[in-house]
């Protein structure tokens, strides 16, 4: 019988763990309820070019952050670097959201990476060259996070987000493609 002590142990403590995950369920959100969400951008390169920032709320998550036609609202601001950017949204139903932006420094309206996407290049990866940054995402990183990593959930009269902007490319240059052939792909 004791030999069987340790097996029994191990499963006790597996459902234990099964049980507490079970049970972290997120808490209920009150829609009717709304709130203010508060960006502050402050680390841009260059006044060049504008801001293209996209919101997006559950009903979008399949199209984040690449469908902006998923977005629950689009904004277009100019890029100025004598003053903080700070962008009110009010009245925003409390839920679940992620947001990103682009410094779109050559008004292009799109992200333009390095090397440029060309067929004969397919085997490179591309790394941005201008600005970005997603909610909750603090660091540079190699990809594009999901809907669930960039989220946040709105459940007060108002959250302020400082934004942080990452130009990749620009910080690490060719060391980034290395990384990124390292790590696998961006």
């Not at 998923?70 to 409390?94: C, G, H, T």
């Not at 591309?126 to 459940?155: C, H, K, M, Q």
């Amino acid at each position: 019988m004791k030999k069987n002590r340790p097996i029994q142990k191990a499963i006790v403590m597996i459902a234990l763990l099964l049980l507490v995950n079970c049970n972290s369920v997120e808490p209920k959100i009150d829609r009717d309820k709304k709130g203010e969400l508060i960006l502050k951008i402050d680390d841009l390169s260059s006044g060049n070019g504008s801001l293209r920032i996209l919101v997006f709320d559950e009903s979008g998550k399949m199209g984040f952050p690449d469908d902006a036609r998923s977005a629950m609202a689009a904004f277009i601001l100019p890029a100025n670097l004598s003053s903080e950017i700070l962008i009110k949204i009010p009245d925003l139903p409390y839920g679940k959201y992620a947001i990103l932006y682009l410094h779109d420094e050559n008004g292009n309206q799109a992200m333009d990476f390095v090397p440029p996407k060309k067929e004969y290049l397919f085997f490179l990866p591309n790394i941005p060259w201008e600005g970005y940054g997603y909610s909750n995402v603090n660091r540079p990183s190699i990809g594009t996070p999901i809907f669930d990593s960039a989220s946040f959930v709105l459940d007060s009269e108002s959250k302020t987000f400082e934004m942080y902007t990452s130009y990749f490319w620009r910080r690490y240059g060719l060391w980034a493609i290395l990384l990124s052939v390292f790590r696998g792909s961006l």
